[in-house]
T-cell receptor
Framework: DAGITQSPRHKVTETGTPVTLRCHQTENHRYMYWYRQDPGHGLRLIHYSYGVKDTDKGEVSDGYSVSRSKTEDFLLTLESATSSQTSVYFC??????????FGAGTRLSVL | GESVGLHLPTLSVQEGDNSIINCAYSNSASDYFIWYKQESGKGPQFIIDIRSNMDKRQGQRVTVLLNKTVKHLSLQIAATQPGDSAVYFCAERQGAQKLVFGQGTRLTINP
């Protein structure tokens, strides 16, 4: 997992509730990413960060927000979870040399 | 928009044979490509990468070939082993520090 820890690993929640997923890295990578993985869609970028307090939207950012107050932590928040956000979420980090290193994933079910 | 795709969603090979996983890309300006392996229940793991100024790059039992003329990328795995069973993703760099992933090919090994 290249020093990348995601928590929780599994979560079940109800529609309309807020959810925060955490990604923690120990390698001092500058760049961090949140992806979702769904059958037939591969990995799709939600948001990414290029430094502390510097974030930008990805391909599927609607309904998600992120925050990065420290180099090592990147949080993904679903303000009001919907069933369409049921997915497996992956965090990744990189130094900027193109190779992204991934965490083990968080499986989120929104009922 | 531009996208990365795969010719086959599944590939089945005999143990000991060579595996070839293909990937087509549509952005002729792409200058960097990468292959990941994802085992069940785990995050994607980096296998090998290649820049557009190269046609071939070799790693341990793996080779990536890039044909810019037809915008085609392939991953060759020599002497396929049971541990090679996984989903393999190609990705291309899009913009600064962002990757666009294909949908993946599932490789299964027959004993």
């Amino acid at each position: 997992d290249a020093g990348i820890t995601q928590s929780p690993r599994h979560k079940v929640t109800e529609t309309g509730t807020p959810v925060t997923l955490r990604c923690h890295q120990t390698e001092n990578h500058r760049y961090m990413y949140w992806y979702r993985q769904d059958p037939g869609h591969g990995l799709r970028l939600i948001h990414y960060s290029y430094g502390v307090k510097d974030t930008d939207k990805g391909e599927v950012s609607d309904g998600y927000s992120v925050s990065r107050s420290k180099t090592e932590d990147f949080l993904l928040t679903l303000e009001s979870a919907t069933s369409s956000q049921t997915s497996v979420y992956f965090c990744a980090a990189s130094t900027g040399e193109n190779i992204q290193y991934f965490g083990a994933g968080t499986r989120l079910s929104v009922l | 928009g531009e996208s990365v795709g795969l010719h086959l969603p599944t590939l089945s090979v005999q143990e000991g044979d060579n595996s070839i996983i293909n990937c087509a890309y549509s952005n002729s300006a792409s200058d960097y490509f990468i292959w990941y392996k994802q085992e069940s229940g785990k995050g994607p793991q980096f296998i090998i990468d290649i820049r557009s100024n190269m046609d071939k790059r070799q790693g341990q039992r793996v080779t990536v070939l890039l044909n810019k003329t037809v915008k085609h990328l392939s991953l060759q795995i020599a002497a396929t082993q049971p541990g090679d069973s996984a989903v393999y993703f190609c990705a291309e760099r899009q913009g600064a520090q962002k990757l666009v992933f294909g949908q993946g090919t599932r490789l299964t090994i027959n004993p």
